[in-house]
């Protein structure tokens, strides 16, 4: 059975001090360190999971500039067969749905059983392409999927996580798209002679897409309102504690 | 015949299980040298899949022990390469390597913070392309990262200034030195690093490099080829007290038991610098004590090979915990160690053994810098 | 422009979600802008309850109901919304940035041919356009977004972004018996599962109540559970309890533990070893510790310098008081 992966390259920002460019609406890229969307990353291990099972090609696939190529061979160093680039200079530029007419283009000639993509982007989390494809592609979906049972190559048992920690169990025939939730599996690691072999493999890059018109627009990014750090609350335990109390009901924590 | 059993002189072996004997995770885990070689003998075609090779700290006892020749820990090294080309290794390990190529260290953090243990009383030089120095301080990653490593760093800085040494670092351009990289298997990565990092060090023009682990010190001095001296910051310091440029006065009246890092003894033959060092610093020579267990027989800590970045599973007390009840038993008040990773094994083993009342783990040139700049440095 | 507000009702084994009275809340806002209504919208089997508390919250409870609604199901729950908004023409329909609204919501975007915006934290309608702030990078960033509303749009913002007020309406409910034409039998919902004790997913959590060696004692960890229970957390620790054998490994927190990623991580007892810190990732971090030099403080956003069994009771009892 052949799966599609579909994978975005993304900024690790978790510790970086970010800079926005001086267009304000992307963010300087010159000390950020990309790599592959964390949530896609199972899903690439989910799709070479079935493949170890049952066979077939895992395609992956990625709207994006040159840079894409690099997390595209790492999936081809983990074990993907096919990979395709969709051209685009500034993936900030496209919305949702124009990202999934681009992968949609290129899918649906494709022979394939499961597309799998990421529930989410560490970058915008809209979580809405996933969702968006699977309309273009007339398939059903399954979001959040943490688990996945499949006796035979037709359909799967998905379990969707959801809030607290309950889960909904679905059946679903394929074709369909599966958006991984992190967790689902334990992603391989990649090793930099597998990288550097994957870099003979070709990618095919469509070099002219039509782009889509976009729905939404980006107007601009900003530093969101400065938090106070380390703040150390100081008192006898009944007043540290109760303004404590008072932050998280602030935070909307408790 | 696979080209790993040839390249080791696994035939050599006569099974006298000295290996076995010697290795200090046997005994607590189910890696056994001598059964690894046997089985794979027995089936010469397959290299064995076994998981107990995750359990080696490539403190190398096994190979300086072997009568015959047989690399013993370079063919654990090898096993553990085929399983990393696979890509299926323990989620941590991963993380660490990924963390190597994205950020040239393993701990995670970003590359734009690997100068952040400079503090204000801290006067370090960073050097720019092109730049010259007599002594390069090479920092590496835990004690430019870790926050209890940092201290170390620190003294280490404040000495050679103490000293009038021309030092300087290369800040945030440092990356891992691959030591760790290269013995959890993963050659590939350590290749390029070596490549990446030897195209560093010709940016800048020096004498001498200093690492303050002995991690490090023997990458740089035993892989790589590198037209420069490599020297552990022990060994530096050392030097400089025979030169008369470092003044270290007698003030500690405890009792200190020295324990030796691998790479530092056992891997580089360098027993003494450490101690002569200790020597100084102590009011009575007769309170340097010793383990039983010293020198090229000294029990490892398990914190080399990647085992930093992998949990052993283990009924038995970690290696690091019998090292502190053994220093106890032999009335030692200060654990000196001169590796980062021995000290937070150790300090962990401080804590879990609870002995934070009756047993120091400390640096040596925390001890010295304590010694010297007393107000600065001071611990609790 | 249409003038009505629409807010899909998040609703789970009869339950209305936090979030859906929110989204009704600042549904009066933006309605007030446009001199429309506000409406629930709830797609249920057995919702006329669930609709009677939502009447003092919304102009109209639209219930729509059947069978099928009693779990969700993407493509039922779309055919069913856009056939209603077809009709009615709302100006914008809100959706919480859930797990269940992942499924659908941008399904119907797509299905009506409408933009959509998620992930959002703050909107406000600005003549024709609406304007989203979406939180990016982990919300290190903020970005705004805006898209053209004049054929509507839907908005999906995360729970706890807006405070609940109850605007005391007494809104009619029109219950609608609704009937598919289409059958979709591609995907079939089989059962909901609890999370079974013992297998709990630090990873995943969302609050995380973690120990360390400042707990001293085994016997010192039922008190703490008994917290984290009271706040919904999740129990989880550092390498030396593990060690201890007083919890799972699975509950470990760091670089040889798991890495969790909760909203709120409280570490009780916690000296912030750097193992153990860079497993945390997250955006309240709270450190009750004794010692005033422990690096846990230089990583906390909040942290309280005393004996953790002092303050621990006393926290508790402050966020009962609260309930």
């Known amino acids: 059975m052949n799966s599609v992966v579909c994978i975005k390259r993304v900024p690790e920002t978790a510790e970086a001090t970010l800079k926005i460019a001086p267009d304000g609406k992307k963010l300087e890229e010159e000390n950020l360190v990309f790599s592959l969307n964390d949530a896609d990353n199972y899903a690439l291990e989910q799709a070479l999971l079935l493949q170890e ?24 160093a983990k074990g993907a067969t096919n990979a395709i680039r969709i051209h685009h200079d500034d993936i900030s530029k496209l919305d949702a749905s124009a990202v999934a007419s681009l992968l949609a283009e290129q899918i649906k000639d494709l022979d394939y059983d499961v597309v799998f993509t990421g529930a989410f982007a560490s970058d915008d989390a809209f979580s809405l392409v996933g969702t968006m494809l699977a309309r273009k592609l007339e398939i059903p979906h399954i979001t959040m999927a943490i688990e996945m049972k499949q006796d035979d190559e037709d359909e799967a048992e998905i379990s969707r996580e959801l809030e607290g920690g309950l889960i909904a169990k679905y059946r679903i025939k394929f074709p ?17 002679l597998g990288i550097k072999r994957a870099s003979q493999k070709e990618v095919d890059v469509v070099d002219d897409p039509t782009i889509p018109e976009n729905k939404v627009q980006l107007e601009k990014i900003s530093y969101p309102p400065e938090g106070k750090k380390a703040e150390i609350l100081s008192g006898t335990p009944e007043e540290t504690s109760s303004r404590l109390a008072e932050i998280l009901k602030q935070k909307g924590i408790i | 015949m696979h080209k790993l059993l040839i390249k080791n002189e696994l035939l050599g072996c006569i099974q006298c299980g000295r290996c076995s004997a010697g290795c200090p995770v046997s005994l607590r885990t189910a890696l056994s040298p001598r059964k690894l070689i046997y089985k794979n003998l027995r089936e010469s075609r397959k290299l064995p899949k076994s998981q107990d090779i995750w359990s080696c700290t490539t403190c190398r006892t096994c190979q300086q022990r072997c009568p015959k020749g047989v690399s013993v820990m370079d063919y654990i ?127 800048y023009k020096f004498n001498t490099m200093i690492t303050i682990s002995p991690h490090c010190y023997n990458t740089f001095k035993n892989e790589y080829a590198l037209d420069f001296e490599v020297l552990h910051y022990t060994q530096f310091l050392k030097k400089l007290l025979d030169e008369g440029k470092l003044q270290i006065s007698a003030s500690i009246d405890k009792k200190v038991v020295f324990h030796d ?12 610098a450490p101690r002569e060092l200790l020597k100084y610093l102590l009011t009575d020579e007769d309170n340097l004590l010793e383990f039983g267990r010293n020198r090229e027989r000294s029990l490892c800590c398990e914190g080399g090979g990647g085992r930093m970045w992998l949990e052993v599973e283990s009924e038995s007390p970690r290696n690091a915990e019998i090292r502190i009840d053994d220093a106890k038993s032999i009335g030692a008040e200060i654990v000196a160690t001169s590796c980062p990773f021995c000290q937070l094994t150790l300090n962990d083993a401080v804590k879990t053994t609870k ?12 001890l010295i810098a304590e010694n010297k700049f007393e107000e600065t440095e001071m611990e609790e | 422009m249409n003038k009505d507000i629409f807010v899909v009702i998040e609703h789970r084994q009869e339950r209305i979600a936090d979030v859906s009275y929110e989204l009704l809340t600042k549904g009066y806002q933006i309605a007030e802008k446009l001199g429309g209504e506000v409406i629930a919208v709830l797609l249920a089997d057995d919702g006329d309850q669930m609709a009677q508390s939502l009447k003092s ?31 009615r023409k709302p100006a914008l329909i809100l959706f919480g940035h859930t797990v269940d609204s992942f499924e659908v919501a941008p399904a119907l975007a797509e299905q009506l041919g409408i933009p959509i915006i998620s992930n959002c934290v703050d909107f406000d309608i600005d003549g024709d356009f609406v304007r989203a702030t979406v939180p990016l990078y982990g919300g290190k960033i903020n970005g705004e977004y805006s898209f053209n509303a004049e054929n509507g749009g839907i908005i999906s913002v995360i729970p706890g972004a807006f405070k609940v007020e109850n605007p005391q309406k007494s809104g009619e409910i029109e219950k609608i018996e609704f009937t598919f034409e289409k059958e979709y039998d591609d995907k079939e919902f089989i059962e909901f599962i609890e999370a079974a004790a013992g297998e709990i997913d630090i990873t995943q959590a969302e609050k995380i109540v973690a120990i360390g060696r400042g707990v001293k004692d085994e016997e010192n960890i039922d008190m703490i559970k008994d917290f984290a229970d009271s706040i919904g957390a999740v129990l989880a620790c550092s390498r030396p309890i593990v060690d201890a054998g007083w919890l799972p490994k699975e509950r470990q927190v760091g670089s040889s533990g798991k890495t969790v990623k909760p909203k709120l991580y409280i570490a009780l007892g916690i000296s912030g070893a750097f193992q153990h810190i860079s497993g945390i990732k997250s955006d309240t971090i709270i450190a009750v510790n004794k010692d005033p030099n422990a690096p846990i403080f230089k990583v906390a956003h909040y942290g309280i310098v005393d004996d953790m069994f002092k303050v621990i009771p006393a926290l508790k009892a402050k966020i009962e008081e609260m309930k």
């Not at chain 2, 204000?120 to 490593?149: H, K, N």
């Not at chain 2, 890092?261 to 003494?272: H, V």
């Not at chain 2, 002995?355 to 925390?366: H, M």
Request: net charge negative; aromatic share 8%.
């Open chain 2, 261 to 272: 890092p691998c790479f530092l003894g056992k891997q580089n033959d360098e027993y003494d």
């Open chain 2, 355 to 366: 002995s934070e009342d009756k047993i120091r783990v400390v640096d040596i040139c925390s």
């Open chain 2, 77 to 203: 090294i090898g096993l553990r390469s085929y399983q990393v080309e696979r890509g299926k290794i323990e989620p941590t390990m991963r993380d660490a390597l990924e963390s190597i190529l994205k950020h040239g260290n393993p701990w995670g953090r970003p590359r734009e913070k690997r100068t952040q243990w400079i503090d204000d009383e801290t006067d370090v030089r960073i050097l720019s392309e092109g730049e010259e120095t007599d002594v390069l301080l090479y920092v590496g990653c835990t004690p430019a990262y870790d926050p209890e490593i940092q201290k170390s760093a620190r003294a280490l800085a404040k000495i050679l200034n103490d000293a009038d040494v021309d030092f300087a670092i290369i800040g945030n351009d440092e990356s891992c030195c691959g030591n760790e990289v290269k013995r959890m298997g993963e050659l590939g990565l350590f290749e390029m690093l070596v490549e990446e990092n030897t195209a560093l060090f010709k940016k």
């Open chain 1, 53 to 76: 099972e049952f066979d077939g090609d895992v395609t992956v696939i990625s709207v994006g500039p040159p840079e894409t190529d690099e997390i595209i061979r790492m999936a081809l």
């Open chain 1, 176 to 192: 369909a798209v599966i958006t991984v939730q992190t967790g689902m599996n334990e992603p391989r690691y990649a090793s930099i």
């Open chain 3, 57 to 87: 919250y919304a102009d109209k409870v639209l219930y729509i109901k059947n069978e099928i609604f009693k779990n969700l199901h993407s493509e039922y729950y779309c055919d069913a919304l856009s056939s209603i908004i077809g009709e």
